[in-house]
């Protein structure tokens, strides 16, 4: 692609929706992981003796090892969900935007 086509797809509305939609969900999601990361080390650090209490009366689990399950699930299910919006209406968009800087060269 020349630097014209570049120009016409950075100066459509398309382009700044895309870079602002992108941009947040990024965003929020990149704050969420770090805010449960951060949050259970802090917890490993302060509060270590929850951390290894059993989950129920029996259990052999202790409440670190099933946190750090969660988190460790959740973060891949993070990352499943940025993947697929990604890989849908982001590049919808781009695709869009390529067409219509296409058509305007023509």
Known sequence: MSSVMYE???VNPKFQELVRKRGSFAWTLAAI???LFYGFFLLVAFSPALLG???A???MWPIGYTIE???FV???LT???YVRRANGEFDELTQQLIKEA???KL
């Open 74 to 76: 959740f973060f891949w």
């Open 79 to 81: 990352t499943v969900v």
């Open 102 to 104: 296409q058509k305007e």
């Open 8 to 10: 016409r797809m950075r």
């Open 33 to 35: 992981v770090l805010v």
């Open 57 to 59: 009366e029996g259990s």
């Open 53 to 55: 209490q059993k989950i």
């Open 69 to 71: 399950l969660c988190l």
